[in-house]
């Protein structure tokens, strides 16, 4: 399974940026993979989650992000969304995407993205 996120930039203070992940690969791994999310990592600072969702839909946020992103996910696409509201300067990150799955003795197997550069202006 590949990821490829894209949709980074520079955005001023309270505006908006939207981030997909496409996963690619046979239809049978992407198929197996089973929650999706993202990652981020400030300079200095350890990769924290930001947000996750299930193969069935269901959300879960940082407190830090909860009223201000949503996650979404197209299993058709293969896509995950991040779409952010509000932004702020401590957003300013490098985001990754995730997604995980288990081998055949359920041991987790996890892919990450190539991660995308969000800087937001004060």
């Known amino acids: 399974v590949q990821l490829q996120a894209s949709g980074g930039g520079l955005v001023q203070a309270g505006g908006s940026l939207r981030l997909p992940c496409a996963a690619s690969?046979?239809?049978?791994?992407?198929?197996?993979?089973?929650?999706m999310g993202w990652y981020r990592q400030a300079p200095g600072k350890q990769r924290e989650p930001v947000a996750r969702?299930?193969?069935?839909?269901?959300?879960v946020y940082a407190d830090s992000v909860k009223g201000r992103f949503t996650i979404s996910r197209d299993n058709v696409k293969n896509t995950v969304y991040l779409e952010m509201n509000s932004l702020r300067p401590e957003d300013t990150a490098v985001y990754y995407c995730?997604?995980?799955?288990?081998?055949?003795?359920?041991?987790?197997?996890?892919?990450w993205g190539q991660g995308t550069q969000v800087t937001v202006s004060s």
């Open positions: 690969g046979t239809s049978g791994s992407i198929f197996s993979i089973n929650d």
């Open positions: 995730n997604g995980d799955s288990r081998d055949e003795l359920g041991i987790r197997i996890d892919y």
């Open positions: 969702i299930t193969s069935g839909g269901s959300p």
